[in-house]
Each structure stands twice: as structure tokens, then as C-alpha cells.
């Protein structure tokens, strides 16, 4: 067996319990043939050659030499993938026989495209092309007018999403349909990951005119016109996807596209997509997780954000295979290729593992022999997935404040709204995502608690779907800035939120090393709120924080705004991140407000803030656990788990059964970086661990048991006690 592979999941008896569930290791088959591929397969492949980043000579003819469609459907197939995503169209070259565009030298007169089509579908494999849309230099040399302009008049090297291009793609596309291809995948739909952001061409300019009467404004003025202006972008980007999927959809109805998407975290308004927008274009939502690129704890983040995107149908993510990037050529241990794969899964997406081959396009043989152990066990467990979600807690997403208060420093949005989850997977809440754009009340009340974090920006139809969640029963926790700006992102003189929160607003505090205090017992009912956090001990709640006059609400805690010495009170210059200590009470750290037949619980500060800063104390985190426990003391589910295990509930109503996810992030600490110190980037999971966990179920159920052999569980009562020994782990309860 490979060292690398550590599960305590004997490989015979992952085959054994595929047979038992009714589905073979490798998922050919396994799901009705009349089912679209994205909707019966599990995992799969995107295999490309890597080099053409850095740019081709063409007379360097070994690149992609070795590039073989035959052999790469070949390896896909034997590993367990169900389909196959194949390098098609990249910056400057195809990888097939076109009329448009060169192909890469090094080919000859092989088709790559071809080959895989033919061997891909012999061996039951779906085979989609991939092709970038951005950056497509070949296309702009022969092309320069479908270039972006910036602001200055400058061109962009990126194409315009409005100009020529569009039938251009088409063009293209139809060659690749003719293939007999499953679908097509096209990425890189942004407008600049890197300034300059936007499009000045005169395609735009007209539009732009056309629509507003006016001139396009030539910076971020962050007013009327340059919210016109967002808009012609997202339209932009949003038209062109969906004359795409249309146009591939009328030559054949059967051939699927998608788009890698992105909308969510870390990018903002500067990439042209917002979540919902352009999540519901092409047949499915396809995006990525990275390690590298958006930290581990991003993974199960994504598969609930693009869930929330698009609610009821497939969602896919995407992995990859290397260390730090896409281009790298290592290969990550089993475990940690586990670790994410299995975490993706649990959340219910379906995975794509992305292998970038070596210069001259050959298959790394040692990668594939982990890739077969990886996706025979996601096959084997292959039942316990897809189930619909337990989720105790709803985080608000705000597109209207990421982009109106982000504005070019999205993270001043992000860092609450990632804070929040962060807390939810430490205390291991069953958390889900709820979208500003297609948030309905009948969504909102799927959830018993739902989080505003920092959501600065609220219309008065939101806000009025926020009270009447509450006043049905509906538990409500705010953060920080909720409710302060207007839809520009200027300061308001009131809060939209007073009746929701029972205060007056005062103002914010222009300081974020903000404090709280516990300086007594609090009213009856009142003191879970501050759970064992010692009293009279002032302790750091990094983030924004609000001054309220409270009316109805009844107050928990003080709010201490940060000690400045004389000199930073004079000095403009001063840095608001060299902290002091803690200072005056300013307001309340706490209100609580009855409202009908539900509760509002607000934070002046910005608990979920500080869990995602780089000054996170556990206290910070522990308020937010507090909060959701003091009003929803005896959820469905209660899990106990070291805080580097995350947690997903599944139920399956079919079965009748609950399905607790259990998923162990292991890895050592890591030494100072030789650059960019003090940051440190994580180590790879090369061990399973072992711990204890407790699950707690308030309704009775009849049965437990654990998939994993090797964990041992005893059961007190509606308690269970658990001790696992690997990365994943499901429990199965029967009621």
C-alpha cells in the first residue's frame, strides 16, 4: 500500500461497502444514462499540460509534445473519474484542428480533442473541453480592437465582453461541438483580478450614453453614475454567458456549459460578478477551492455559498493536485488530498481534481496512484453524500455592501462574513448561507438563527423581510456597522435597524481595537450571554463597533472604546493597529429586543470581525457561540469536537436518517516564511489524527453506528461518545 495512505479504512472493505450500497468503485452507470453527466458523477478530471503561462516560442516544439488524448481519458477512467475535462483552448493555443487559431507546434498533426472524445466515451466517460475566455493573447494579436481600454485610453490585455468577441466564440465553440463532445467549460469570466479594473472602449462608452445620457464617469466616484456604471459591468459579463449557453444549446441541446465562476470571496465588484447574478448561468455552478490561493477553512465555505447561489441544483468545485499552485508539479500527500475532497463532498458539491501534467504533457504515474485510492473511496462512500443540509444558522451575504463599503478593500466586508463561518466550524453550529439577492422569507426561515454580519447596507424591503422573520419566531443576531450606511455607503444619521434592535443609533467608533467588558452579573435569563468568560476583564473584540441608546432593548455588558495617549490623539498619522488597552465605556456591548414572537440579539461589536482578524482571542469567538445558544438553547444536533474538526449534518428523509460529517484538518506547524514574514502558509496533512467527539440528538432516534471500523462508540442515552482515528468520518443515526 502507498505509505502516503493513512486512513484506518481497510481498502478491501471500502470495495465491500461499495457493493453493499449498490455502486461499483467507479460510477459508470451508477445513475440512470438518461441524466445529464453533472447530475450522476461524483468526481472526475481536468488534466492539462503546463507551461504556456509563461508564454510558447513556436519553435519550441516540445511543449505538449507528449499530450495525448487516448492516454489521458486512459489514466482519468482507471483512477475512478467519471468525466473528463480536457485542455482545449488556453492563451495561445487549441489543442485540436481549427480553423481559428493555431494549434500548440508541438503536436504535429495529432488532435488532442479527438483522441480524448474517442477513447473517453469507449470507457464511459463524459468529456467536456475547457476553453479560457480571458487573457486569450493569440486572439487579441489578430484582434486588437476586442480589447479592453482603461480609463486613461490605454488598452487592457483582456477582451471586452461586449465587443466581436462574442461571435468569435461562438465560432469556436461550434468547431469544438462537432467533436461530439459532453460539454464545454469556460473560465476566466472576469474583468480584471488586477487593475486596471473596468472598460473604457468605445462599445462601452455608446452603451453606457445610450442607457444614462451621460458620459461614462473616468474613476470610482462612487456615486449614482458609477453604480450605473457597476451595472453595465455585471450586465456585460452576464450577457455574454448567457448568449453563450444559448447559442451552444441550439446546436445541440444535450451538450452542457458552465462557467468557473467567480463570485464569491475573496473576489469582489472588481472581477464583474456578483454571487447570485451570474451563478445561474449555464447549466451548473462550477467553481474552485485553492488551499494555496484562499486558505483551508474556504473549502466547505464555497460548497455553501455556491449551494446558496443556485439553491437546488448540482454544484461543483474544483481541486487541485499541487502544493502551492496550479503549475507547480508536485503532488500533495493522500491525506491531504482527502482532507478536501471528502470536505467538498460532505457539503454535497461534486469534485473535480485538476492535474497539470508535466512541460511535454505526460502523466505523472506516482500522482496517479493516489488519485485511484482518493476516488475509490469517494465512490465507495458514494451514498452517504447529497443529502440535504442540517443547518441551524443562516450567515447574510451582502453584495451591496461588499461592493459599496468593500469598495477597493473588500476585506473590510469579507473579514465579518468569513469571521462569522470561521466561528460557526469551530464551535461546530450547522451553518448554511443566505444571499441578499435571492433571499426570500420562506429561506429565511429555514433557518431557527440568522447572522447580519457587518452587513452595513439593508433596503427597507430587506429590512422588512428581517422583522417579519422575527416577529414569526425568527431568532435574529447583528454585527458591527449593520444598518448604518445608505446604499452608497455613506454614514446615516439613523439605523435602519432601531425597531429590530431596540436602541438608537448614536455612531460608530472610528477606532477597530474595540473592547467589552462583563463588569456584573447580568438580568435574569441574561447571564448565558456571557458564558465563562471571567467578569470585570476587559478583552479585545478586533473590528467596527456602534454606540447605541438603548429604548426596549435590554442590555448585556459594556462596550469600552481603545486607550490613546496624548501624542496618537494628536497625530493624524497615527497607526489605529499600534494597540493600547482598553478605555471608557461608550454604550452597551449587548441588547437583546423582543419582537412578536422572536428575539433580535445585537453586538455593538464585531465578534465574527475579530475571529477573522489577526488578533482572534477565543473569547471573541466564544460570544458568538454564546449568542446562539442563548437563543436556541437545544438545537436538533450538538456536537462537541476539537476545533480543528468540522462538522456537517445530512438528513435523508428516505432513509430516515441523520448523517453527522466529521472532517479532521491535521497539520504541523509550520516555521517563519524566508519572504512576506510573518505570514505563514499551512503544512500538508500527512497524518490521520485521532480525538474525541460527543454528539448530542434532542429527538429520538433508534440506531448508531459509525462507517469507520476503527472508531469506537458508545452511546448514553440521547448522547453519543466517540473516538475516531482518520481524516473522515459519518456517523449514521436511524430514527
Same mark, same amino acid.
Given at each position: 500500500?502507498?505509505?502516503?495512505?493513512?486512513?484506518?479504512?481497510?481498502?478491501?472493505? @471500502?470495495?465491500?461497502?461499495?457493493?453493499?450500497?449498490?455502486?461499483?468503485?467507479?460510477?459508470?452507470?451508477?445513475?440512470?444514462?438518461?441524466?445529464?453527466?453533472?447530475?450522476?458523477?461524483?468526481?472526475?478530471?481536468?488534466?492539462?499540460?503546463?507551461?504556456?503561462?509563461?508564454?510558447?516560442?513556436?519553435?519550441?516544439?516540445?511543449?505538449?509534445?507528449?499530450?495525448?488524448?487516448?492516454?489521458?481519458?486512459?489514466?482519468?477512467?482507471?483512477?475512478?473519474?467519471?468525466?473528463?475535462?480536457?485542455?482545449?483552448?488556453?492563451?495561445?493555443?487549441?489543442?485540436?484542428?481549427?480553423?481559428?487559431?493555431?494549434?500548440?507546434?508541438?503536436?504535429?498533426?495529432?488532435?488532442?480533442?479527438?483522441?480524448?472524445?474517442?477513447?473517453?466515451?469507449?470507457?464511459?466517460?463524459?468529456?467536456?473541453?475547457?476553453?479560457?475566455?480571458?487573457?486569450?493573447?493569440?486572439?487579441?494579436?489578430?484582434?486588437?480592437?476586442?480589447?479592453?481600454?482603461? %480609463?486613461?485610453?490605454?488598452?487592457?490585455?483582456?477582451?471586452?465582453?461586449?465587443?466581436?468577441?462574442?461571435?468569435?466564440?461562438?465560432?469556436?465553440?461550434?468547431?469544438?461541438?462537432?467533436?461530439?463532445?459532453?460539454?464545454?467549460?469556460?473560465?476566466?469570466?472576469?474583468?480584471?483580478?488586477?487593475?486596471?479594473?473596468?472598460?473604457?472602449?468605445?462599445?462601452?462608452?455608446?452603451?453606457?450614453?445610450?442607457?444614462?445620457?451621460?458620459?461614462?464617469?473616468?474613476?470610482?466616484?462612487?456615486?449614482?453614475?458609477?453604480?450605473?456604471?457597476?451595472?453595465?459591468?455585471?450586465?456585460?459579463?452576464?450577457?455574454?454567458?448567457?448568449?453563450?449557453?444559448?447559442?451552444?444549446?441550439?446546436?445541440?441541446?444535450?451538450?452542457?456549459?458552465?462557467?468557473?465562476?467567480?463570485?464569491?470571496?475573496?473576489?469582489?465588484?472588481?472581477?464583474?460578478?456578483?454571487?447570485?447574478?451570474? %451563478?445561474?448561468?449555464?447549466?451548473?455552478?462550477?467553481?474552485?477551492?485553492?488551499?494555496?490561493?484562499?486558505?483551508?477553512?474556504?473549502?466547505?465555505?464555497?460548497?455553501?455559498?455556491?449551494?446558496?447561489?443556485?439553491?437546488?441544483?448540482?454544484?461543483?468545485?474544483?481541486?487541485?493536485?499541487?502544493?502551492?499552485?496550479?503549475?507547480?508539479?508536485?503532488?500533495?500527500?493522500?491525506?491531504?488530498?482527502?482532507?478536501?475532497?471528502?470536505?467538498?463532498?460532505?457539503?454535497?458539491?461534486?469534485?473535480?481534481?485538476?492535474?497539470?501534467?508535466?512541460?511535454?504533457?505526460?502523466?505523472?504515474?506516482?500522482?496517479?496512484?493516489?488519485?485511484?485510492? @482518493?476516488?475509490?473511496?469517494?465512490?465507495?462512500?458514494?451514498?452517504?453524500?447529497?443529502?440535504?443540509?442540517?443547518?441551524?444558522?443562516?450567515?447574510?451575504?451582502?453584495?451591496?455592501?461588499?461592493?459599496?463599503?468593500?469598495?477597493?478593500?473588500?476585506?473590510?466586508?469579507?473579514?465579518?462574513?468569513?469571521?462569522?463561518?470561521?466561528?460557526? *466550524?469551530?464551535?461546530?453550529?450547522?451553518?448554511?448561507?443566505?444571499?441578499?439577492?435571492?433571499?426570500?422569507?420562506?429561506?429565511?426561515?429555514?433557518?431557527?438563527?440568522?447572522?447580519?454580519?457587518?452587513?452595513?447596507?439593508?433596503?427597507?424591503?430587506?429590512?422588512?423581510?428581517?422583522?417579519?422573520?422575527?416577529?414569526?419566531?425568527?431568532?435574529?443576531?447583528?454585527?458591527?456597522?449593520?444598518?448604518?450606511?445608505?446604499?452608497?455607503?455613506?454614514?446615516?444619521?439613523?439605523?435602519?435597524?432601531?425597531?429590530?434592535?431596540?436602541?438608537?443609533?448614536?455612531?460608530?467608533?472610528?477606532?477597530?481595537?474595540?473592547?467589552?467588558?462583563?463588569?456584573?452579573?447580568?438580568?435574569?435569563?441574561?447571564? %448565558?450571554?456571557?458564558?465563562?468568560?471571567?467578569?470585570?476583564?476587559?478583552?479585545?473584540?478586533?473590528?467596527?463597533?456602534?454606540?447605541?441608546?438603548?429604548?426596549?432593548?435590554?442590555?448585556?455588558?459594556?462596550?469600552?472604546?481603545?486607550?490613546?495617549?496624548?501624542?496618537?490623539?494628536?497625530?493624524?498619522?497615527?497607526?489605529?493597529?499600534?494597540?493600547?488597552?482598553?478605555?471608557?465605556?461608550?454604550?452597551?456591548?449587548?441588547?437583546?429586543?423582543?419582537?412578536?414572537?422572536?428575539?433580535?440579539?445585537?453586538?455593538?461589536?464585531?465578534?465574527?470581525?475579530?475571529?477573522?482578524?489577526?488578533?482572534?482571542?477565543?473569547?471573541?469567538?466564544? @460570544?458568538?457561540?454564546?449568542?446562539?445558544?442563548?437563543?436556541?438553547?437545544?438545537?436538533?444536533?450538538?456536537?462537541?469536537?476539537?476545533?480543528?474538526?468540522?462538522?456537517?449534518?445530512?438528513?435523508?428523509?428516505?432513509?430516515?436518517?441523520?448523517? *453527522?460529517? @466529521?472532517?479532521?484538518?491535521?497539520?504541523?506547524?509550520?516555521?517563519?516564511?524566508?519572504?512576506?514574514?510573518?505570514?505563514?502558509?499551512?503544512?500538508?496533512?500527512?497524518?490521520?489524527?485521532?480525538?474525541?467527539?460527543?454528539?448530542?440528538?434532542?429527538?429520538?432516534?433508534?440506531?448508531?453506528?459509525?462507517?469507520?471500523?476503527?472508531?469506537?462508540?458508545?452511546?448514553?442515552?440521547?448522547?453519543?461518545?466517540?473516538?475516531?482515528?482518520?481524516?473522515?468520518?459519518?456517523?449514521?443515526?436511524?430514527?
Amino acid at each position: 500500500m502507498n505509505p502516503n495512505f493513512r486512513t484506518t479504512i481497510p481498502l478491501p472493505w @471500502l470495495a465491500a461497502l461499495a457493493i453493499a450500497l449498490g455502486y461499483p468503485c467507479r460510477g459508470h452507470g451508477a445513475a440512470p444514462e438518461n441524466k445529464p453527466w453533472f447530475q450522476r458523477c461524483l468526481v472526475g478530471m481536468h488534466i492539462d499540460p503546463t507551461g504556456t503561462q509563461f508564454g510558447i516560442d513556436p519553435k519550441d516544439t516540445g511543449y505538449a509534445a507528449g499530450f495525448d488524448g487516448r492516454d489521458v481519458a486512459r489514466h482519468c477512467q482507471e483512477a475512478g473519474g467519471e468525466y473528463l475535462c480536457l485542455w482545449t483552448r488556453d492563451e495561445q493555443h487549441v489543442y485540436y484542428d481549427s480553423k481559428l487559431e493555431p494549434k500548440a507546434p508541438g503536436l504535429g498533426s495529432r488532435d488532442v480533442l479527438r483522441e480524448a472524445v474517442e477513447e473517453g466515451h469507449k470507457r464511459g466517460l463524459a468529456v467536456i473541453a475547457y476553453n479560457t475566455q480571458q487573457y486569450c493573447l493569440e486572439t487579441l494579436r489578430q484582434h486588437p480592437e476586442w480589447r479592453m481600454v482603461a %480609463a486613461d485610453g490605454q488598452p487592457i490585455a483582456r477582451v471586452c465582453f461586449r465587443s466581436g468577441y462574442l461571435d468569435y466564440m461562438k465560432k469556436l465553440l461550434a468547431e469544438q461541438l462537432a467533436y461530439g463532445i459532453d460539454g464545454l467549460e469556460l473560465d476566466m469570466m472576469d474583468q480584471g483580478f488586477i487593475p486596471p479594473y473596468g472598460c473604457w472602449c468605445p462599445t462601452c462608452q455608446q452603451e453606457f450614453e445610450a442607457q444614462c445620457g451621460r458620459p461614462m464617469p473616468r474613476h470610482m466616484t462612487w456615486d449614482e453614475d458609477w453604480d450605473r456604471m457597476l451595472e453595465l459591468r455585471y450586465a456585460s459579463s452576464d450577457h455574454f454567458e448567457k448568449e453563450l449557453t444559448q447559442y451552444v444549446h441550439r446546436l445541440n441541446p444535450r451538450a452542457t456549459v458552465y462557467f468557473n465562476y467567480h463570485g464569491y470571496p475573496p473576489w469582489s465588484w472588481q472581477c464583474g460578478q456578483r454571487p447570485v447574478q451570474h %451563478a445561474v448561468n449555464g447549466d451548473f455552478l462550477a467553481g474552485e477551492t485553492g488551499l494555496w490561493g484562499f486558505g483551508a477553512l474556504s473549502v466547505g465555505l464555497n460548497a455553501e455559498f455556491f449551494r446558496a447561489a443556485r439553491p437546488g441544483n448540482p454544484f461543483n468545485a474544483a481541486i487541485q493536485r499541487g502544493v502551492r499552485g496550479y503549475h507547480d508539479q508536485t503532488t500533495r500527500p493522500l491525506n491531504d488530498l482527502r482532507w478536501e475532497l471528502l470536505d467538498l463532498l460532505a457539503h454535497g458539491a461534486f469534485v473535480t481534481l485538476i492535474d497539470k501534467t508535466g512541460f511535454d504533457g505526460r502523466i505523472d504515474p506516482a500522482a496517479y496512484d493516489r488519485f485511484r485510492l @482518493l476516488f475509490n473511496e469517494a465512490l465507495a462512500k458514494r451514498a452517504h453524500f447529497g443529502h440535504p443540509p442540517v443547518q441551524e444558522i443562516g450567515i447574510y451575504y451582502s453584495s451591496r455592501t461588499r461592493d459599496w463599503m468593500g469598495r477597493d478593500k473588500p476585506a473590510d466586508y469579507f473579514m465579518a462574513f468569513e469571521g462569522a463561518h470561521k466561528a460557526m *466550524v469551530y464551535e461546530h453550529i450547522p451553518w448554511g448561507i443566505v444571499h441578499e439577492e435571492n433571499m426570500t422569507l420562506e429561506a429565511l426561515r429555514q433557518f431557527p438563527i440568522l447572522l447580519l454580519p457587518n452587513a452595513a447596507i439593508l433596503s427597507d424591503s430587506q429590512v422588512l423581510l428581517f422583522r417579519r422573520y422575527v416577529e414569526a419566531g425568527g431568532k435574529l443576531i447583528i454585527t458591527g456597522l449593520s444598518g448604518t450606511l445608505d446604499r452608497f455607503g455613506r454614514k446615516q444619521q439613523e439605523s435602519s435597524l432601531p425597531e429590530l434592535i431596540g436602541a438608537r443609533l448614536v455612531g460608530p467608533l472610528e477606532s477597530q481595537d474595540n473592547w467589552v467588558t462583563f463588569p456584573a452579573a447580568a438580568g435574569p435569563g441574561l447571564n %448565558a450571554l456571557q458564558g465563562d468568560i471571567r467578569s470585570a476583564w476587559p478583552f479585545l473584540v478586533k473590528g467596527p463597533a456602534v454606540v447605541y441608546q438603548p429604548a426596549a432593548a435590554s442590555v448585556v455588558g459594556d462596550l469600552l472604546k481603545p486607550r490613546r495617549t496624548l501624542l496618537q490623539q494628536k497625530a493624524s498619522t497615527a497607526d489605529p493597529d499600534w494597540l493600547m488597552s482598553a478605555g471608557e465605556r461608550v454604550g452597551p456591548a449587548i441588547l437583546v429586543n423582543r419582537l412578536g414572537q422572536g428575539t433580535v440579539l445585537t453586538f455593538a461589536g464585531s465578534p465574527d470581525f475579530a475571529t477573522a482578524s489577526e488578533l482572534h482571542i477565543v473569547e471573541a469567538r466564544k @460570544l458568538l457561540r454564546y449568542a446562539v445558544r442563548f437563543l436556541n438553547p437545544k438545537p436538533l444536533v450538538e456536537i462537541a469536537a476539537p476545533a480543528t474538526v468540522e462538522a456537517v449534518v445530512t438528513d435523508d428523509p428516505a432513509q430516515r436518517a441523520l448523517r *453527522v460529517h @466529521l472532517i479532521a484538518y491535521n497539520s504541523p506547524p509550520q516555521a517563519t516564511p524566508s519572504s512576506d514574514s510573518p505570514y505563514v502558509l499551512p503544512a500538508l496533512i500527512e497524518d490521520a489524527p485521532i480525538y474525541r467527539a460527543s454528539i448530542t440528538v434532542n429527538r429520538p432516534f433508534k440506531h448508531a453506528a459509525a462507517l469507520n471500523r476503527s472508531t469506537r462508540l458508545r452511546r448514553h442515552a440521547n448522547r453519543l461518545d466517540l473516538t475516531v482515528e482518520d481524516i473522515h468520518e459519518v456517523i449514521v443515526l436511524q430514527y
